[in-house]
């Protein structure tokens, strides 16, 4: 046995399933997918009981189990652990691909590992690294490869260390900046075509592995992707999980560094020579499934950051749905709540209020440049009307005559009296004086002088205050650009929801389950675009620089009730006109999802819903029976003679209308719906009891609407039977008794819906 681990590594891709239900992946691939499954909580909750391990249980001294040698045991002896792919494949399916990712990663990182060390330890992953090298060697730039023959290029080895999950993508850049045979063009073209390389391979080995598991899917569109500035953060250096709890889980795939950033080409500074830069929010754009299936998106957020938190943007047809990271869990809600750490929302907030706003008080506030500016032209003009005024009084002084006067003045006059008190008066004579102006023409002067000073002091004041107001308009516009951006990515119509038990419904009736993280528009036939942008948080709002986030996001089309965790689809069980039924409802197969339901039964606060409806004529809508539109019907099956009629009612076209469907899914409650369906040939049944007998006639009823309720009441009342018969048989007696009662008051009270109308079923069946 020492040698199967190596024999089994090379075991490439996943086969088909087997008769008896277990997934034929290689022994390792099995034993990986038990840890991961078991060591995530998420997947725990959802999937773990379908792993059925029945190997010893080893324990580390804490008692803790050691998945590591548990992994050992089963790629030693497969045959111990047990895989219920019917049962996983009733599960979300954004479920199985986050489980599916997580090992296609788990091999692309071994295969990576080994491409960068020895030729020998390259050989065992030999035929995954052709698979990947097939997928990137359209993707590169020809100075890529090295080799001068046609057909014989190789793609350069050095390129894929460029791929080592543990460097930055700092470090890449850089290395691929001096790579000399790589132009900044091929260097921009080189890392694009790895990220989408590793994004397709991961892909499609994620499809191959969902498949494997039971999941069922049309299209699946697998996305890695990162947002930040590319920096050694957090995120990569922890390159490992954390569970519900914030605890770091051990043993799960150490990838975080495989996720592609959004680049762009810049110029090259001194500083750093690098000529490739990060978005620092990345946008990936889908497509709805339409055809009248749900679309599912699932989101794993890895490389989380506490401390930031992670924002995820879906937007369709302008309204945009918001998903938070919690600041304790990776999980994602619309509950935008975050009790530390920085948000999207604050970085807006700041900038809005803060930057702009301060800037806006600055600059049109009631002591801003607009008031600064208008009350300095106010002086300004005040000044130049002084300097007119002082400037024409100037004038008028110098064209006046040049005066003598005898009269003394009135000091003269006054120190003469005062002699004359004194007793030394004199009899000297006062001199005429002549009056130039001289000393009043200087002070009119150095008034206009200081006026103009004045004048040219506002002129400066009001041409730097324009200029300050528009550097500050500029700064501005600056800031308001960067708002208008952050706000696009957050979007400009939120859609509102209301939230019950974890599961958040927005007002166009999209849902996003907060227990599995499965984001859901509801079905539609019509298929339209949308897209998922993931925000990484800048340290500051005018900040460049902001932490990294990776994303893991699944996309994947669903038929409407896939999910039930029953599905009987009973195909023309009944014979013609006739409501017996004489084949069993459950088999074997549904032994699980059976105690699934006595689960739910035996928890008392769990809520139960039943329905069921008599459909009458059913069409098929390209996925399933539905009630027809058109309510009309025929006298018979086409053919000219009986025995056409009667191949004609056999062709598969015809029989799968008269069906009947049973479903019960266990999700947050119970909920029991039954339907049955006819196809539009008449039958000439009649309802003997008269009170069906007068609903039928009132609300104008056909035979087959009455003979599709009659095999519903069947199918409730068979139902309740062999489920009372069940519980004795799966519970003890005690347990029997309890879900006994609940399903009985449940089934016991049900009407069955015809129509506008509705009768129990009991009363249908008493004829």
């Given at each position: 046995m020492k040698y199967c681990y190596l024999i089994l590594l090379l075991c490439c891709f996943s086969s088909r399933l087997s008769a008896q239900g277990i997934i034929e992946l290689s022994a390792e691939e099995r034993a990986y997918l038990y840890h991961i499954v078991k060591k995530s909580p998420i997947l725990d909750q959802n999937i773990g009981r379908y792993f059925e391990y029945k190997g010893p249980m080893v324990r580390f001294m804490n008692k803790e189990i050691n998945f590591d040698s548990i992994e050992t045991i089963i790629i030693n002896n497969p045959e111990q652990l047990f895989i219920r792919t019917s049962e996983i494949g009733k599960s979300p399916k954004g479920i199985i691909a986050e489980a599916a990712n997580k090992m296609a990663l788990w091999e692309l990182n071994k295969v990576l590992l080994a491409s960068r060390q020895t030729d020998k330890e390259l050989e065992r992953f030999a035929t995954q690294y052709a698979r990947f090298e097939t997928i990137l060697t359209p993707k590169l730039p020809p100075a890529a490869f090295k080799g001068s023959d046609p057909g014989e290029e190789k793609i350069n080895k050095k390129l894929l260390n460029v791929l080592n999950p543990s460097l930055s993508f700092e470090d890449k850049s850089a290395m691929l900046a001096s790579f000399n045979f790589l132009s900044t063009d091929d260097q921009l073209m080189t890392i694009e075509g790895l990220n989408q390389a590793v994004n397709d391979y991961v892909e499609e080995r994620s499809f191959e592995i969902f498949q494997a598991l039971g999941g069922v899917a049309d299209q699946f569109h697998n996305v890695l992707v990162a947002a930040g500035d590319g920096s050694e953060t957090s995120g990569l250096l922890n390159e490992r999980e954390k569970d519900e709890n914030g605890r770091w889980n051990k043993g799960l795939p150490k990838a975080v560094?495989?996720?592609?950033?959004?680049?762009?080409?810049?110029?090259?500074?001194?500083?750093?020579?690098?000529?490739?830069?990060?978005?620092?929010?990345?946008?990936?754009?889908?497509?709805?499934?339409?055809?009248?299936?749900?679309?599912?998106?699932?989101?794993?957020?890895?490389?989380?950051?506490?401390?930031?938190?992670?924002?995820?943007?879906?937007?369709?047809?302008?309204?945009?749905?918001?998903?938070?990271?919690?600041?304790?869990?990776?999980?994602?809600?619309?509950?935008?709540?975050?009790?530390?750490?920085?948000?999207?929302?604050?970085?807006?907030?700041?900038?809005?209020?803060?930057?702009?706003?301060?800037?806006?008080?600055?600059?049109?506030?009631?002591?801003?440049?607009?008031?600064?500016?208008?009350?300095?032209?106010?002086?300004?003009?005040?000044?130049?009307?002084?300097?007119?005024?002082n400037e024409k009084e100037y004038s008028d002084m110098t064209r006046s005559p040049i005066t003598t006067s005898s009269k003394a003045?009135?000091?003269?006059?006054?120190?003469?009296?005062?002699?004359?008190?004194?007793?030394?008066?004199?009899?000297?004579?006062?001199?005429?004086?002549?009056?130039?102006?001289?000393?009043?023409?200087?002070?009119?002067?150095?008034?206009?002088v200081d006026l103009y000073n004045e004048f040219e002091f506002y002129a400066k004041k009001i041409k730097d205050l324009e200029r300050e107001k528009q550097e500050a308009v500029d700064l501005m516009a600056i800031y308001q650009r960067r708002l208008d951006q952050y706000k696009e990515m957050m979007g400009f119509h939120w859609a509102t929801y209301t939230e019950e038990d974890g599961l958040y419904t927005f007002q166009d009736s999209t849902t996003f389950d907060s227990y599995t993280q499965e984001f859901t528009f509801r079905a539609d036939t019509l298929k339209t675009p949308f897209e998922v942008r993931l925000l990484a948080i800048p340290y500051g709002s005018l900040s460049d620089e902001a932490d990294e986030v990776m994303l893991h996001v699944n996309m994947i089309d669903a038929e409407?009730?896939?999910?039930?965790?029953?599905?009987?689809?009973?195909?023309?069980?009944?014979?013609?006109?006739?409501?017996?039924?004489?084949?069993?409802?459950?088999?074997?197969?549904?032994?699980?999802?059976?105690?699934?339901?006595?689960?739910?039964?035996?928890?008392?606060?769990?809520?139960?819903?039943?329905?069921?409806?008599?459909?009458?004529?059913?069409?098929?809508?390209?996925?399933?029976?539905?009630?027809?539109?058109?309510?009309?019907?025929?006298?018979?099956?086409?053919?000219?003679?009986?025995?056409?009629?009667?191949?004609?009612?056999?062709?598969?076209?015809?029989?799968?209308?008269?069906?009947?469907?049973?479903?019960?899914?266990?999700?947050?409650?119970?909920?029991?719906?039954?339907?049955?369906?006819?196809?539009?040939?008449?039958?000439?049944?009649?309802?003997?009891?008269?009170?069906?007998?007068?609903?039928?006639?009132?609300?104008?009823?056909?035979?087959?609407?009455?003979?599709?309720?009659?095999?519903?009441a069947t199918i409730i009342q068979k139902m309740k039977s062999e489920l009372n018969i069940l519980a004795g048989t799966y519970l003890t007696r005690e347990e029997a008794k309890i879900a006994i009662d609940r399903l009985n008051k449940a089934l016991d009270g049900l009407r069955v819906s015809c129509g506008a109308t509705s009768w129990k079923w009991q009363e249908l069946l008493e004829q």
């Amino acid at each position: 046995m020492k040698y199967c681990y190596l024999i089994l590594l090379l075991c490439c891709f996943s086969s088909r399933l087997s008769a008896q239900g277990i997934i034929e992946l290689s022994a390792e691939e099995r034993a990986y997918l038990y840890h991961i499954v078991k060591k995530s909580p998420i997947l725990d909750q959802n999937i773990g009981r379908y792993f059925e391990y029945k190997g010893p249980m080893v324990r580390f001294m804490n008692k803790e189990i050691n998945f590591d040698s548990i992994e050992t045991i089963i790629i030693n002896n497969p045959e111990q652990l047990f895989i219920r792919t019917s049962e996983i494949g009733k599960s979300p399916k954004g479920i199985i691909a986050e489980a599916a990712n997580k090992m296609a990663l788990w091999e692309l990182n071994k295969v990576l590992l080994a491409s960068r060390q020895t030729d020998k330890e390259l050989e065992r992953f030999a035929t995954q690294y052709a698979r990947f090298e097939t997928i990137l060697t359209p993707k590169l730039p020809p100075a890529a490869f090295k080799g001068s023959d046609p057909g014989e290029e190789k793609i350069n080895k050095k390129l894929l260390n460029v791929l080592n999950p543990s460097l930055s993508f700092e470090d890449k850049s850089a290395m691929l900046a001096s790579f000399n045979f790589l132009s900044t063009d091929d260097q921009l073209m080189t890392i694009e075509g790895l990220n989408q390389a590793v994004n397709d391979y991961v892909e499609e080995r994620s499809f191959e592995i969902f498949q494997a598991l039971g999941g069922v899917a049309d299209q699946f569109h697998n996305v890695l992707v990162a947002a930040g500035d590319g920096s050694e953060t957090s995120g990569l250096l922890n390159e490992r999980e954390k569970d519900e709890n914030g605890r770091w889980n051990k043993g799960l795939p150490k990838a975080v560094g495989l996720f592609p950033y959004q680049v762009k080409l810049i110029i090259p500074e001194k500083r750093k020579k690098t000529a490739l830069e990060t978005l620092r929010f990345s946008t990936t754009d889908f497509t709805t499934a339409g055809e009248g299936k749900l679309t599912q998106l699932h989101f794993d957020v890895w490389g989380y950051n506490s401390e930031k938190q992670t924002t995820v943007v879906v937007e369709r047809n302008g309204l945009s749905y918001h998903l938070f990271g919690s600041d304790e869990t990776r999980f994602l809600t619309p509950d935008s709540a975050f009790t530390k750490g920085k948000t999207f929302q604050t970085v807006i907030n700041d900038l809005e209020f803060n930057k702009i706003g301060d800037l806006k008080e600055k600059i049109y506030g009631k002591k801003g440049f607009d008031y600064q500016i208008e009350t300095a032209k106010k002086k300004k003009d005040e000044t130049e009307l002084k300097i007119e005024k002082n400037e024409k009084e100037y004038s008028d002084m110098t064209r006046s005559p040049i005066t003598t006067s005898s009269k003394a003045p009135r000091s003269v006059k006054k120190a003469r009296k005062k002699a004359i008190k004194n007793g030394t008066v004199t009899d000297q004579k006062h001199q005429p004086k002549t009056d130039s102006g001289k000393p009043k023409r200087g002070k009119g002067q150095s008034e206009i002088v200081d006026l103009y000073n004045e004048f040219e002091f506002y002129a400066k004041k009001i041409k730097d205050l324009e200029r300050e107001k528009q550097e500050a308009v500029d700064l501005m516009a600056i800031y308001q650009r960067r708002l208008d951006q952050y706000k696009e990515m957050m979007g400009f119509h939120w859609a509102t929801y209301t939230e019950e038990d974890g599961l958040y419904t927005f007002q166009d009736s999209t849902t996003f389950d907060s227990y599995t993280q499965e984001f859901t528009f509801r079905a539609d036939t019509l298929k339209t675009p949308f897209e998922v942008r993931l925000l990484a948080i800048p340290y500051g709002s005018l900040s460049d620089e902001a932490d990294e986030v990776m994303l893991h996001v699944n996309m994947i089309d669903a038929e409407p009730g896939f999910d039930a965790r029953l599905q009987l689809e009973l195909s023309d069980a009944f014979a013609p006109n006739s409501w017996t039924l004489n084949q069993p409802l459950f088999s074997q197969n549904d032994s699980v999802a059976v105690r699934q339901l006595f689960e739910g039964l035996l928890d008392k606060k769990t809520p139960i819903t039943a329905v069921s409806r008599g459909q009458g004529v059913g069409s098929w809508n390209g996925l399933q029976t539905v009630r027809a539109a058109e309510r009309g019907e025929m006298n018979a099956y086409p053919g000219a003679t009986v025995e056409e009629q009667q191949i004609n009612r056999m062709n598969p076209e015809w029989a799968r209308l008269r069906c009947s469907q049973v479903n019960v899914t266990l999700n947050r409650g119970i909920f029991v719906e039954i339907n049955t369906f006819t196809d539009p040939v008449k039958t000439n049944l009649k309802a003997t009891n008269s009170s069906v007998a007068d609903g039928i006639s009132r609300y104008k009823l056909t035979g087959n609407d009455y003979l599709s309720a009659l095999r519903t009441a069947t199918i409730i009342q068979k139902m309740k039977s062999e489920l009372n018969i069940l519980a004795g048989t799966y519970l003890t007696r005690e347990e029997a008794k309890i879900a006994i009662d609940r399903l009985n008051k449940a089934l016991d009270g049900l009407r069955v819906s015809c129509g506008a109308t509705s009768w129990k079923w009991q009363e249908l069946l008493e004829q």
